[in-house]
T-cell receptor, first 110, second 112 residues
Framework: GENVEQHPSTLSVQEGDSAVIKCTYS??????FPWYKQELGKGPQLIID?????GEKKDQRIAVTLNKTAKHFSLHITETQPEDSAVYFC?????????FGTGTSLTVIP | GAGVSQSPSNKVTEKGKDVELRCDPI?????LYWYRQSLGQGLEFLIY????????KSGLPSDRFSAERTGGSVSTLTIQRTQQEDSAVYLC??????????FGPGTRLTVL
């Protein structure tokens, strides 16, 4: 089955700096790559996603890049704000079961 | 529009009791997933329903766990003879044919 690795497990940045979280996967058939933000006591929330026919997608301060050849994708958050503090999960799917990374706890220091 | 809802939001039970957790997916979503999340941990896949196909039960940790989905909509996760290690947040998610998966708020289960 699919193996998703996520790094780093914890990340602290100063407010206004950028944050980057990386994930690698093993199944070349994976074709959809979502990112989720989970705040304390809440369910994960889909924040951005990318499909295998696209290399990069941007939504305001958040962007995701995908390198299918190397089997890795990354989440980029620019101009970080304290409200970006949360746990972020990457995931992959071939259209059926989803496989999740182990999560990154991001802390934005005011 | 309405998102995925789960009930109850919190459940405290005694060891050995049975519990039922409910999930109402987004209307029209054909796929429904159950996950378990222990404190500070990632998401553990439990079971996956897709349309009228047989569910993928490969993630269920023991035969004390079962789930059903009636009429292709609401799902119930049942845990029989609960144990303390079953304490966790149980998350439900649903997705459409596009593949985008949306989560409910979860049910926090505490087994005393």
């Amino acid at each position: 089955g699919e193996n998703v690795e996520q790094h780093p497990s914890t990340l602290s940045v100063q407010e206004g700096d950028s944050a980057v979280i990386k994930c690698t996967y093993s199944d070349s058939a994976s074709n959809y790559f979502p990112w989720y933000k989970q705040e304390l006591g809440k369910g994960p929330q889909l924040i951005i996603d990318i499909r295998s026919n696209v290399g990069e997608k941007k939504d305001q301060r958040i962007a995701v890049t995908l390198n299918k050849t190397a089997k890795h994708f990354s989440l980029h958050i620019t101009e970080t704000q304290p409200e970006d503090s949360a746990v972020y999960f990457c995931a992959t799917t071939t259209g059926n079961q989803f496989y999740f990374g182990t999560g990154t706890s991001l802390t934005v220091i005011p | 529009g309405a998102g995925v809802s789960q009930s109850p939001s919190n459940k405290v039970t005694e060891k050995g009791k049975d519990v039922e957790l409910r999930c109402d997916p987004i209307s029209g979503h054909t796929a429904l997933y159950w996950y378990r999340q222990s404190l500070g941990q990632g998401l553990e896949f439990l079971i996956y329903f897709q349309g009228n196909s047989a569910p993928d039960k490969s993630g269920l940790p023991s035969d004390r766990f079962s789930a059903e989905r009636t009429g292709g909509s609401v799902s119930t996760l049942t845990i029989q003879r609960t144990q303390q290690e079953d304490s966790a947040v149980y998350l439900c998610a649903s997705s459409s044919y596009k593949g985008e998966q949306f989560f409910g708020p979860g049910t926090r289960l505490t087994v005393l």
